[in-house]
């Protein structure tokens, strides 16, 4: 989400939900309720770009909005999610990042504003932070392992998202097929929304019949009409083939840094040398592990809004996931998502027929 945005930008009449084949419907009913609607796509909440406009238009069309906070303030924040009540009066969620240093303030906007559901990403949110959220809310955390998973629950998680590797922005060692194999049969207390890689509506059937609840949707949107990334920025996920979108590698195992997948440009060659820069400082004992590792957040934050703000695709960062490939034009929301129902109910007619 961009702090930039100061102006509520007026959508269009909001288009009718998706209308739902009923096969369909039944597959993800259970995510569906969880969510509050009827598509139960949940959309990746990805920093500069799920901002109201977008967030407003997915959950418009009958998916599931989140809005992105990521080193936003709690009074960036409380005005983002004011001005995205404004264009939508369907339910939305709000992505908080876990090592935001005003996470339990950030929470409390979320109470203030009556938010229906919270997403901790970026690793095990605090105790404090998921009590205060269910106060109010459905909590949904990231999983990366059946182990995490059966903890998270115990810790109060309402719902959770395992992603590949292959999804976008910070990344996880395993892939997608293998976290579904490992966790849908074996959780069961709670929706699991499945990420990472996803573009079409035929893999999105494939998780539904392993268990899955509904699935989460990140770089699909990035080029949606009603995305605010700059032009430049649609242009480069549009020429981007899957290959295209390859994760950063980790210099030293002292220092432990998230993987990120992005398109490859001058800009990943500059976070190379910025890991490189932090990590002497923290060989050296001048900073600690926190910090470095916010300092490489920081480095993110600026790299992506150069990117998908400011249209420098060639120092920023692009993140994206390998499902780039799929993204082939720049298209209204509720086409996309019209797309990947037809798709579904193709996949499922044909599996009926055989």
Do not use: Y
Not at 133 to 142: D, G, L, R, T
Not at 201 to 220: D, K, N
Request: glycine share 8%.
């Amino acid at each position: 989400m961009s702090e930039a945005v100061a102006t509520t930008t007026q959508l269009n009449p909001a288009p009718l939900p998706a209308q739902v084949p009923a096969r369909l419907a039944r597959m993800w009913q259970r995510g569906a309720d969880f969510l509050g609607c009827p598509v139960a796509i949940l959309a990746g909440a990805m920093t500069w770009v799920s901002e109201r406009n977008l967030v407003a238009a997915i959950s418009n069309a009958g998916a599931f909005g989140v809005l992105a906070c990521g080193a936003m303030t709690p009074e960036l924040l409380d005005a983002e999610i004011k001005a995205t009540q404004k264009l939508t009066a369907k339910p939305f969620g709000v992505n908080l990042i876990t090592m935001h240093p005003k996470l339990l303030e950030l929470v409390d906007v979320c109470a203030a504003n009556k938010a229906t559901h919270v997403v901790f990403a970026g690793g095990v949110p605090p105790g404090e932070a998921i009590k205060r959220a269910k106060a109010f809310a459905k909590v949904v955390c990231f999983a990366p392992a059946a182990v995490l998973a059966k903890r998270l629950i115990k810790n109060g998680a309402d719902a959770l998202v395992i992603e590949g590797s292959e999804a976008g922005g910070h990344i996880g060692p395993v892939s997608t097929s293998v976290l579904a194999q490992e966790i849908l049969p074996v959780i069961r207390d709670v929706p699991v929304f499945v990420a990472g890689g996803i573009g079409r509506g035929e893999a999105i059937v494939s998780f539904l019949e392993m268990g899955a609840a509904g699935v989460q949707m990140g770089t699909r949107f990035v080029c949606a009409t009603e995305s605010i990334a700059h032009p430049k920025f649609k242009q480069a996920f549009i020429r981007a083939s899957a290959r295209d979108a390859m994760p950063t590698v980790q210099l030293d195992k002292r220092f432990p840094v998230i993987p990120v997948r992005a398109l490859l440009n001058e800009g990943t060659e500059e976070f190379m040398a910025t890991q490189r820069r932090v990590l002497d400082k923290f060989v050296r004992g001048e900073i600690e592990q926190q910090a470095a590792q916010l300092e490489i957040e920081h480095f993110w934050a600026g790299a992506l809004r150069r990117a998908a703000v400011d249209g420098d695709v060639e120092r920023g960062s692009l993140m994206a996931g390998q499902s780039v490939g799929m993204v082939t034009r720049e298209e209204p929301v509720a086409a996309i998502i019209a797309e990947l129902i037809a798709q579904a109910d193709a996949a499922l007619a044909a599996r009926s027929s055989s």
